[in-house]
């Protein structure tokens, strides 16, 4: 989901592939920047998962103006602020403020109207279970940044400023003390200005309010979790004509009949090159990109190819989306690809007017899985039994992928490590869990052979075959 009020650009900052935001004004929101500069030690894929946590986070503080208003808010009301977001994280736009045992009061019937389209606005879903984790991990980490801020924007309204000290004293009960100062103060600038009041307010609730928790209605026990994170991330075969008749581009309908075929990361199929692929044999290849840039100097586009130690190049493939993939490619690069003005040789490209040409790579993660996610609203594809409003991701379609290899075809650990391109067969029995329906189908074929006779893979001599 597009941010709507704010503005994130690529950027690059000590030699590292960054992000900047900026509000509607143009002017740079330095408390991003400065948490981008916190993060540069992290992995890239960590780091461009935190910058867009923090800043849809901002984008929340600004539509309910505690960020970019000219109000200043006590701490309370921004405590508040805080952990209604957190229930928005677990709710979406189904949050509720009032209690089905209790006459609601009207201002929480008013509260949740205005959330409820807050979120519809925003594009707030509820995260799923293993989202949590590195989600509250960027928001505190944002939230600590800004509280060492604080200290800098007081030297700042002191030194440059010229506020005084008895008025900072006061402001760190009443933050208000300090934006009426502020506000007159000639030698600031309009950005240093929003500095100020931006840190003092976020800085002042972390440092006495701590940190933001997991709502504890999440909670449960491990085996509750353990089955529904299984069963939520394999993408249901039977659904996938419906994600392709409702994804509008041949570029996406080649790229999920890749991942759902062969179980690639969706990162292995954005780095891949028109070399890569083999349409006489109908093959695909996946190769290390870090040992293509070797020897060069690397590039912001380089530093966005990522690779998790696949440790083999050939892929297999399966069928019906083999077929699937050669011929969407096929249209793909008829109809919809572009040569790039700067001759690069990736295969998928963005397809805005504004972005024609560029590699796929270079695309926010965020806006390819909404990409994904839109595709399973409009088909209407639903959520697992234990989660039905679960919306799947591209990574269930590599799921789908080895969770077929596993439970249906039966490859051995290793066999299923080859597949998969993991460096540990640990890694690959993941995917190795029974479902109802397959030993269903199991007992079906089993009933068949008793009663008419016919033959199958399961003897009706040796029921304990069943796995």
């Known amino acids: 989901m597009a941010l709507v009020n704010v503005r994130k650009e690529v950027t690059f900052s000590s030699g590292h592939h960054s992000w900047l935001l900026t509000d509607v004004t143009g002017v740079e929101i330095v ?23 923090v800043a849809r986070f901002i984008d929340y503080l600004y539509e309910i103006e505690i960020l970019g208003g000219q109000v200043a808010h006590t701490r309370t009301v921004i405590n508040r602020a805080l952990k209604t977001y957190i229930e928005l994280l677990r709710c979406g736009k189904e949050i509720s403020f009032t209690n089905p045992k209790y006459p609601a009061r009207p201002n929480d019937v008013a509260r949740e109207i205005k959330f409820r389209a807050i ?37 700042l309204a002191l030194l440059k ?12 009960r ?20 929003q500095h100020i009041k931006t840190t003092s307010m976020l800085g002042g609730v972390t440092r006495f309010k701590g940190k933001l928790k997991r709502p504890k209605a999440l909670k449960q026990s491990t085996r509750q979790s353990t089955q529904m994170d299984i069963n939520a991330l ?13 994804t509008r581009t041949y570029r996406d309908k080649a790229r999920w009949s890749l991942l759902i075929g062969s179980g690639i990361r969706q990162s292995e199929g954005n780095n891949l090159l028109w070399g890569d692929i083999n349409f006489e044999k109908r093959e695909v290849y996946v190769f290390n990109p870090v040992v293509r840039v070797l020897g060069r100097n690397v590039s912001i586009r380089d530093s966005k190819l990522r690779f998790k130690g696949r440790t083999k190049t050939e892929t297999l493939f399966r069928e019906p989306y083999k077929s699937q993939f050669f011929y969407f490619i096929q249209r793909y690069r008829e109809e919809e690809y572009r040569l790039p003005p700067d001759g690069n040789d990736f295969v998928f490209q963005m ?31 639903p959520g697992p039994q234990v989660n039905a409003h679960y919306i799947y991701t591209p990574h269930s379609l590599r799921h789908a992928f080895g969770a077929f290899l596993a439970n249906e075809v039966g490859l051995t650990d290793a066999e299923l490590q ?43 001599t040796a029921p304990t075959s069943l796995k």
């Open 31 to 53: 408390i991003f920047t400065a948490f981008c500069e916190s993060i540069l030690g992290l992995a890239y894929e960590t780091r461009e998962r935190y910058a867009t946590v």
């Open 119 to 155: 979120a519809q606005k925003l594009g707030i879903t509820p995260l799923a279970s293993n989202s949590w984790s590195n989600t509250l991990a960027a928001l505190n980490r944002f939230l600590a940044i800004t509280a060492e801020l604080e200290i800098e924007a007081y030297e």
């Open 161 to 172: 400023g010229g506020v005084s000290e008895s008025v900072l004293a006061r402001s760190s």
């Open 174 to 193: 009443d933050v208000r003390i300090l934006w009426d100062a502020v506000n007159g103060a000639r030698t600031l600038s309009y950005q240093e200005i």
């Open 234 to 246: 394999d993408f249901p075969e039977e659904y996938f004509p419906a994600l392709i008749e409702h």
């Open 351 to 381: 397809l805005p007017d504004k972005y024609l040409g560029m590699p796929l790579l270079e695309a926010n993660d965020g806006s390819l899985t909404d990409l994904f996610k839109g595709a399973v609203k409009r088909a209407r594809i």
């Open 418 to 460: 080859l597949a998969m391109g993991h460096k540990s067969p640990l890694s690959s029995r993941k995917y190795r869990n029974t479902k109802l329906d397959s030993l269903q189908r199991k007992l079906e074929r089993y009933d068949r052979s008793v009663i008419y006779g016919q033959e199958d893979s399961l003897s009706p």
